[in-house]
């Protein structure tokens, strides 16, 4: 589920009277529908051998012939657009599949999600197209797409609402399947929201088997896609069913959505085979949130697991690096196998796993795939894999096109979050084949000054025969120096064995903390005509620098690295789900803070200090957003001595404070652990928040002001504070006690249905130089809310506005933040903080409380 974009904002002068310009009201997004997280993984028991010759030839059979025998491929309009779905996106889509060469690559399906239809059935039952998002009806739209020599997918729900709020088909099955059949449809993906369901699997298999049966009667072949995110373990069921099941949750553009969903979904692979395939989701490449490596990684590991390959960008505006990674013909043919297997997890140990997969030629795709932040070499011996004996092995890499040989391990050296796939076959005469030579490397975090770091590199030799003339070099950034400290060269390498070098790497004084890379390059001769050959790795450098003087809140401080069992850590905000930005206020025990950490144990948030700070002072306690009862501890190390712990706290429990006492300390680590079973500190659910922690360092005082500091203009508290509404729309204001997070009250407005602006005109200007950002509190019960902020200024009243959009879960709560560089105002208006006449919250969704509309002062200034 996501927002589909900010709002839009109209920035109009006007002249002493404040009737405003209404805001664009930005498209709604739907409900929240996340699904329930899967809390325990099921043992993988795998079908037995009878089960399994079964589905070959039951699943699937749409008219007596296999529907999805590979894996499906082609276009899902839902990562990238949302509910902004139209005949225009799929049609567009449709001419892009056909003319970038994706269509002939295998991509064929256009599929339609969500939001389709018109919230109400027609008279005669029957499902209706929105006739504003597809003049030609979907009947229309599948003629085009069919026109292209491609294919139409439709959605659809197994409950009385689709997850955005449209008919479902619990109940009208035969109806709607009719329907779809008739317009032309070729795929139905079809959903769990709203469901009715008492949870057991009998009545998932009831739901779901009802639509297959639909289906069938049609006598139409359509691929039929079942969407409950793994709820009640379909890979043990929907064989026969569906040609293919969701195995998890919703995806989203960030890292550690990627790493759960691959951990989730690689151990199921005795359940895929054709006409049977496990549905890791829709892609996420092309869209912000994945560096390159992941991209990459997403797509191989799409593939090695025989996933459906769902193209969920925006393919329109894609750039040449989306396209040639959807497009890579090589890891499409693994992926499209006709053989079918889904890839098996070989080894999988601290963040490193192995994946092979069998293909018809009898080549074998093996990936080599890093879960972990650095360089890693990954290795394994040919005889784990399923390959043959042989002497030799050649191994072409998908993605470079580059061939080498082993003699007997298969191994690369791959950057943090990538994966490496070769495609690999024994070799008779490795002579003209160039050896595979990796080259490793380790390195902690850099401090800039004159101590150092230690890197250690080890070059080694895969290849059949030595190589010879072995030389390591390594390049920095400008102004740094790496040395070796140990031997860079080598006569001779010989197979398997390794030149292992440490070096000590300086960073000047004044160096920004964040990434840099270093280069390693290993050139040498190999084969008898001692021909010229290099291997290259790059390392990912982190520089940490200590933060500075004063009381600061943590959240402000960027940490070094954090680790969190969903999805990412949160700043000011509550874990949420999976996904970026996805919670709310963290509130413990009803007390909500603006200020914090959102995780979920176990979780590790780990910060540079530099033995420059004093103390930490924290809440900590479980989120209400928590929906089971399982405590969780939290613990703050500095260095490696366990200063100051919570012991178990449980759900619904009062914040707890926690004081550390962090002299002389280099490194802060703040940790959660679960109380999952086993001890193993694995949990489920326990969003365990660290609330309004402050820092300080370099002889902070305890009454300094805590930075970045923040000033209240208009809090509440003594009743609505005069505030009006700008258009005639109108809208309600009370002042209110049920949210509030400054003093005991805050505001509570009705607005209308396309929203409002609310705020005051000051009669007196307001000097607010040297704020960095305006912010205020939101909650809401509705699922849509923009979050926009405006000010007039100077005698003519120009209004200036901009903000963010901030799409908010129903009945969740956050801050509404703006930069005020991001602030626009009319052609030749310029934005004199000094002169602001009135300021302004533009507020939709009907029912929204507010507090503390405030600014925010930029780091080391006074309020
Ligand atoms: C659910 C599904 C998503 C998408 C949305 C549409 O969340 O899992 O893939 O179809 O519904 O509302």
Redesign the pocket.
């Known amino acids: 589920?996501r927002g589909s974009g900010r709002g839009a904002f109209i920035a109009v002068a006007l002249a002493g009277a404040i009737s405003l310009p209404g805001a664009a009201v930005a498209a709604v997004p739907?409900p929240a529908?996340?699904?329930p997280p899967t809390a325990v993984r099921p043992a993988v028991v795998p079908p037995s051998a009878a089960s399994r010759a079964s589905a070959a030839t039951e699943a699937g059979t749409g008219g007596g012939r296999m529907l999805a025998r590979t894996p499906p491929m082609g276009f899902n309009n839902?990562n990238a657009f949302g509910c902004d779905v139209s005949e225009t996106l799929i049609k567009e889509t449709a001419d892009v599949l056909v003319s970038s060469g994706l269509a002939a690559a295998g991509y064929k399906y256009v599929n339609i999600?969500?939001?389709w239809s018109l919230r109400d059935r027609g008279p005669d039952g029957r499902l209706v197209p929105d006739p504003v998002k597809f003049p030609s009806g979907i009947a229309g739209v599948a003629d085009y797409v069919h026109g292209k020599g491609l294919k139409l997918g439709i959605?659809g729900d197994a409950g009385t609402k689709?997850?955005?709020g449209y008919p479902g088909s619990l109940g009208s099955e035969e109806l709607d399947a009719r329907t779809w059949a008739d317009w032309g449809v070729d795929y139905l993906?079809y959903?769990n929201?709203y469901n009715q369901s008492d949870g057991t699997r009998e009545d998932f298999i009831r739901r779901y088997t009802a639509m297959k049966a639909a289906l069938d009667r049609t006598g139409r072949p359509i691929v039929y896609a079942i969407?409950e995110?793994g709820q009640s373990q379909p890979w043990l069921w929907a064989t026969g069913v569906g040609q293919l099941w969701?195995v998890s949750?919703?995806i989203s553009p960030n890292w550690p959505s990627l790493r759960t969903i691959i951990a989730h979904n690689a151990p199921l692979a005795p359940y895929a085979g054709p006409g049977h395939w496990n549905d890791p989701?829709?892609m996420e490449i092309g869209n912000p949130g994945l560096t390159e490596t992941e991209q990459r990684t997403h797509m191989s590991m799409w593939a090695m697991m025989a996933a459906p390959l769902l193209i969920g960008t925006d393919l329109r505006t894609a750039s040449a690096t989306t396209m040639a990674i959807y497009g890579n013909r090589e890891i499409i043919a693994i992926d499209q196998d006709r053989l079918g297997v889904q890839g098996a997890v070989v080894s999988d140990s601290d963040g490193l796993m192995v994946m092979d997969k069998p293909l018809a030629n009898g080549d074998h795709a093996i990936a080599l795939y890093n879960a972990t932040d650095s360089l890693a070499t990954i290795s394994v011996p040919a005889v784990d894999t399923g390959l043959r004996r042989a002497g030799a092995y050649r191994l072409r890499d998908v993605w470079t096109g580059r061939a080498t040989q082993v003699r007997s391990t298969i191994s690369a050296a791959v950057p943090a979050h990538g994966t490496v796939v070769y495609r690999v076959r024994p070799l008779s005469h490795p002579a003209g084949v160039a050896p595979a030579v990796t080259v490793g490397a380790n390195l902690a975090t850099l401090i800039p000054g004159p101590t150092g770091a230690t890197l250690t590199t080890t070059v080694t030799n895969r290849g059949v025969g030595a190589i010879s003339r072995l030389r390591l070099t390594a390049r920095a950034p400008e102004g740094w120096t790496v040395t070796a400290t140990s031997a860079s060269t080598r006569r001779r390498l010989d197979t398997d064995a390794s030149m292992d070098t440490t070096w000590t790497v300086l960073v000047p004084e004044g160096t920004v903390a964040g990434s840099y890379p270093i280069g390693l390059t290993a050139s040498y001769a190999w084969g008898p005509r001692r021909r010229a050959g290099s291997s290259a790795s790059e390392i990912v450098s982190t520089v940490v620098t200590a933060p500075g003087d004063g009381r600061r809140h943590l959240s402000t401080v960027p940490a070094v690295t954090s680790t969190n069992a969903r999805g990412p850590v949160e700043f000011d905000q509550s874990n949420g789900g999976e996904g970026d930005r996805d919670g709310s206020l963290i509130t413990i025990g009803g007390t909500v803070y603006t200020r914090g950490l959102g995780t979920t144990a176990p979780s590790e948030i780990v910060y540079y200090l530099g033995g420059r700070c004093s103390r930490l002072v924290t809440d900590v306690g479980i989120d209400d957003e928590a929906t089971t009862t399982i405590p969780a501890t939290f613990t703050i190390h500095a260095d490696d001595t366990a200063v100051a712990t919570s012991g178990p706290v449980s759900a619904g429990a009062a914040p707890t404070t926690l004081t550390a006492d962090l002299t002389g300390a280099s490194w802060l680590r703040l940790v959660t652990t679960g109380s999952g079973a086993g001890g193993d500190g694995t949990t489920t659910n326990d969003h365990a928040d660290w609330a309004a922690p402050v820092l300080s360092c370099g002889g902070a005082g305890p009454d300094d002001a805590v930075q970045p500091a923040e000033r209240a203009l208009f809090s509440f508290e003594s009743g609505t504070e005069d505030w009006v509404f700008a258009n005639p729309e109108g809208g309600s204001m009370t002042q209110s006690t049920a949210f509030h997070t400054e003093g005991g009250h805050g505001l509570r407005v009705l607005t209308p249905a396309s929203g409002n602006w609310f705020g005051k005109a000051l009669a007196e200007p307001l000097d607010l130089t040297g704020t960095a950002r305006l912010k205020f509190d939101v909650k809401t019960a509705a699922t849509g809310t923009t979050g926009e902020i405006a000010v007039q200024v100077g005698a003519d009243w120009s209004w200036c506005q901009g903000g963010r959009w901030a799409w908010t879960n129903p009945n969740s709560s956050r801050t509404v933040v703006e930069d005020v560089e991001d602030i626009e105002c009319p052609a030749g208006i310029t934005l004199d903080l000094s002169q602001v006449r009135a300021v302004w919250v533009f507020l939709n969704g009907g029912d929204v409380h507010i507090d503390n509309v405030r600014a925010e002062s930029a780091v080391g200034t006074a309020p």
Do not use: E, I, L, N
Request: some cysteine; overall charge negative.
């Open positions: 589920m739907p529908a996340v699904p839902w999600d969500d939001c959605y689709t997850c955005a993906k959903d929201c969407c995110w969701r949750g919703d989701d829709m």
